[in-house]
Every structure is written in structure tokens, then in C-alpha cells.
């Protein structure tokens, strides 16, 4: 008898892998579940923005602090919202640098802790693959959920970070610039207290843009020709003059100046970014990090790019645990497993992550 085969176009639905993603590097308590490395099943972020605000800045003996007295419930809340227990998973991943040292140790130990508990692999991730690795994750919003395809040109942009890496595979990244001063968001964070706007500077400027004018003043553009990387403390210090030069008896134009300062770093990171996306025939562009949920900077790649572009909707744009658990996955299947002895790395260049072996 010939064997029954009116089954045979069902197909048995491929296995999931689920991973937990934990993020303590800066001033965001974060967890997450992410299934295959795309789909959300949870994604918690406990904020520290009112308790730094008032220092205009993150205080890390504060945000360490916060981090230990949210972290595990943040985790609980991530795993409820999943409807999932730990032994639903396949793995830990958490970010191990770079970072500010007492808030990924928070992070780490708890990844350790809920390791050794339950038995599942832990997997250590960077920050900054964590931000390009949020390109991947589905957005439900979106028409399409179309994969980056490599090569990819991408440009990381956030607090601590300015760097353009080439990215030839999975987990492969070549960095071929960075910023050799202040970070392009940490430029929005100190031009923003120049003006008296409120931390963080980027919002704020983004919003008092909306009614100046990017043209009113010619702040400088270091394209530092011949070079993929970036410079922002010029542009930085003649805001400052442009301020000092103000008459005292007039209100500050702070729209005018905060558009024009914005306009500035817009024009350089997305004309640097367009450059190196030719150079070396990228197939796709990704933007990510803190800074890429600016309109202006959002507007102008979607104008100038020359491929197809990847930005993360804004609410992955800035720091998350998807995006941790999403990186995870990608190293997961590649058989990485970290030992209960890996230390935080709060230092880590992208260009000394290595893919698994
Ligand atoms: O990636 P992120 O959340 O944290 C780090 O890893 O640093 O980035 C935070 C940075 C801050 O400097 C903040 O001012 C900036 O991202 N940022 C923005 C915007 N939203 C957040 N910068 C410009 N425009 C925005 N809309
Ligand atoms: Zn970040």
C-alpha cells in the first residue's frame, strides 16, 4: 500500500528559538523575548530620563543604583508579558559592553544568575551590534519586514557612539570611521544645555528646530576629507560663540540656532554616510542608535540614499533589550556560548567583537 500522502503540503512550523535579552549599559533598565531574532514577544523599558534630568546628564553612581532595584522586575514583567517561563527559552543574551562599568555589571550578573538557575546559555553582546541588529527586528507598523541585505553601510548614532562600519555578513563588521571628539548625540546633549534646553538634547533640539531656521547661521562642517571619521567639538564650540555673541538684552534665538546646529550634523553624517554606501557598493544602508530617531536626519537618508535604507522605528531606536535579544539570536545559531566567568567590557570597539568561531 502506498503510503498516505495527502499531508504532504503541510509543513510542520520550523522550531522557535526564543531568546532573553537584557540591557543595563547606560540609563535604560531593559528586558526582552524575541523569537528567531525578529519577532517581539516582549519588550520592557524602565527609563532613568527623570532622575538624571536634573543632573543634565546621566550620573552613573545614580543609574547603577536604579538598575539594581528594577532589574529583576523588569525581567519578570518581560517574561509575563511573553507568557512565557524561563524554561520556555533557549538563551540569555545580555549586553556586555561597551558601556558605563557599574550598570552593565548589574545587567551581567543578573544574566549570570538566571543562567546558572535555570541552565540555559548565556550570550554576551555588544551595545553597538545590539543598535544595528534593531534593523532586523519586525516592525509591526511597517509595510515591509524586507531583511538588510549585506553589504550593508551602516552608521551607528547615539550617545556615546559615531561610527560608520561595513558590514559584509552576519556578525562581520569593519569599522572604517568613528568620531574623533564628541559623539554625535553627546553633541545634542551639550549644544542643548548651551541653549537651555532640557537633557536629553536631542529631542529637545529636534523639537525647537520645527520653528527656526537651519540657514540662519553657517556653523561649520568638519568633513575631514580622506578620512571616514567624524568631528563634532568644532561645531560645538561655535555654537558657544554664536551664543557669547548674542546681545544679553534679547532673547536667545534658540530655534534659529538649534535648527542651523542640527542642519549641520545632519549634513555630515548622512553626506559621509551616502559616500561610503558608493565606495564600497553597498547593497542596503542602516541607521541606528539614539540619534537616528531625529526627523531631519530620518528625512534627509530617505532623500539622499542610493539604496534601499534600514532605520528602526523610534521606539527601537533608542536603547532596548529586542535589540540585545535579536543579536543574541544571530550569535545563538552560531553556536556561541559564553562561560559564567565573562566579565563586562565597558571599552569594547565594534571592531573587536568577533563573530563566533
Ligand atoms: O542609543 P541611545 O539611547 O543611548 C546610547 O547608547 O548612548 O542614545 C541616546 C542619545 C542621546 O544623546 C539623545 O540626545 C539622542 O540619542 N537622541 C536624539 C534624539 N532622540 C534621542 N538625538 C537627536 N534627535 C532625536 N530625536
Ligand atoms: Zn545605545
Excluded at 46 to 63: T, Y
Aim: proline residues 7%; negative net charge; glycine residues 8%.
Amino acid at each position: 500500500m502506498s503510503p498516505d500522502t495527502s499531508n504532504n503540503d503541510i509543513q510542520p512550523n520550523p522550531p522557535s528559538t526564543r531568546i532573553l535579552g537584557i540591557e543595563t549599559s547606560c540609563d535604560e533598565t531593559a528586558a526582552a523575548v524575541v523569537e528567531n531574532g525578529r519577532i517581539i514577544l516582549s519588550n520592557v523599558v524602565a527609563s532613568q530620563i527623570d532622575l538624571h534630568a536634573k543632573f543634565g546628564g546621566v550620573f552613573p553612581e545614580v543609574a547603577s543604583r536604579q538598575h539594581i532595584k528594577t532589574i529583576y522586575p523588569i525581567i519578570d514583567q518581560a517574561l509575563q508579558d511573553a507568557h512565557l517561563i524561563l524554561n520556555d527559552l533557549d538563551a540569555i543574551a545580555v549586553t556586555r559592553g561597551p558601556g558605563l562599568p557599574g550598570s552593565l555589571v548589574v545587567g551581567m550578573n543578573s544574566a549570570k544568575g538566571l543562567s546558572l538557575g535555570s541552565g540555559l546559555p548565556l550570550i554576551g553582546v555588544s551595545h553597538l551590534e545590539g543598535h544595528l541588529y534593531s534593523a532586523w527586528v519586525n516592525n509591526p507598523d511597517a509595510a515591509s519586514q524586507e531583511e538588510p541585505m549585506f553589504p550593508i553601510i551602516a552608521l551607528i548614532v547615539s550617545g556615546g557612539h559615531t561610527e560608520l562600519v561595513l558590514m559584509s555578513d552576519h556578525l562581520q563588521y569593519q569599522r572604517l570611521g568613528a568620531t574623533l571628539d564628541d559623539a554625535a548625540g553627546e553633541a545634542f546633549d551639550k549644544v542643548a544645555r548651551l541653549l537651555g534646553l532640557e537633557y536629553p538634547g536631542g529631542p529637545s533640539i529636534q523639537n525647537s528646530s520645527v520653528n527656526g531656521n537651519p540657514n540662519a547661521y553657517n556653523f561649520p562642517r568638519a568633513w575631514l576629507e580622506d578620512s571616514w571619521d567624524f568631528s563634532f567639538s568644532g561645531l560645538k564650540t561655535a555654537v558657544m560663540r554664536e551664543v557669547r555673541k548674542q546681545d544679553p538684552h534679547k532673547p536667545l534665538p534658540v530655534s534659529d540656532l538649534a535648527a542651523s546646529f542640527q542642519a549641520a550634523v545632519v549634513d555630515v553624517l548622512v553626506t559621509k554616510t551616502i559616500k561610503a554606501a558608493k565606495e564600497f557598493n553597498a547593497k542596503n544602508i542602516l541607521v541606528a542608535g539614539g540619534v537616528s530617531a531625529n526627523q531631519a536626519l530620518r528625512h534627509s537618508l530617505q532623500a539622499r540614499a542610493i539604496c534601499p535604507l534600514h532605520i528602526p522605528p523610534i521606539w527601537l531606536c533608542t536603547d532596548n533589550a529586542a535589540m540585545i535579544a535579536a543579536a543574541g539570536y544571530y550569535r545563538y545559531i552560531r553556536g556561541q556560548q559564553d562561560r559564567l566567568d565573562m566579565d563586562v567590557l565597558p571599552n569594547w570597539p565594534i571592531s573587536e567583537v568577533p563573530a563566533p568561531a
